[in-house]
């Protein structure tokens, strides 16, 4: 089985229909060109099938947090006009909340949880 690790913050988190949920994730790269530098980013989107997760994520995320997701690749071939497309999906399983974006841009670190008392 292929896994996948995923880090960037959160774009876009939409819910489907039939109990799927989308998250549109941006990261951040550095490009060198021949006379400057800059930062592009880059997308990507993961979905999860799995209603409890997608409970817990739209409870917990919202747009502009960091988060990690984690999950499977699953490959898949489709038919479009005749041929063959080959592509994948990137279904979550898990996931780890990062900092939370704050009005100004900025980020705060996200609330660590509470221990539990002895």
């Known amino acids: 089985m292929f896994r996948f690790t995923l880090q960037g913050r959160i774009g876009r988190i939409e819910e489907l229909k039939n109990n799927t949920l ?27 099938f799995d209603q409890a997760l997608n409970t817990k994520m739209l409870t917990e995320l919202e747009k502009g947090q960091s988060v990690t997701l984690e999950g499977r690749i699953v490959p898949r071939m489709r038919e479009r006009d005749g041929r063959k497309l080959y592509d994948q999906t990137f279904e979550i399983t898990g996931f780890q909340r990062g900092a939370k974006a704050k009005a100004n841009g900025k980020t705060k670190a996200a609330p660590e949880p509470a221990e539990a008392s002895a």
Request: without cysteine; proline residues 0%; glycine residues 8%.
């Open 22 to 48: 989308r998250i549109s994730l941006a990261a951040d790269r550095i490009v060198e060109g021949q006379s400057d530098t800059w930062t592009k980013t880059e997308w990507l989107g993961a979905v999860s």
